[in-house]
């Protein structure tokens, strides 16, 4: 897979044991990587969408 950048320095992307991997980086150096199991990879997207279910429905974007 080819290393996506999602914003505020974070990128995204998938390592040899299909996990999802997410960096910071400033352009040269990588500072932080969490490694999400789908098991954590899961338990984030719950969490947005009881979020959502809180607020406006599905437009609701945390933060923004």
């Known amino acids: 897979t080819v290393k996506q950048y999602l914003g ?34 899961q338990a984030l997207v719950a969490y947005v969408a009881r979020l959502q279910a809180q607020h406006d429905g599905p437009e609701y974007v945390p933060g923004a």
């Open 8 to 41: 505020d320095s974070v990128y995204v992307d998938v390592d040899d044991y299909g996990l999802l991997v997410l960096t910071t980086e400033n352009g040269s150096l990588r500072s932080n990587t969490i490694f999400l199991e789908p098991e954590v990879y």
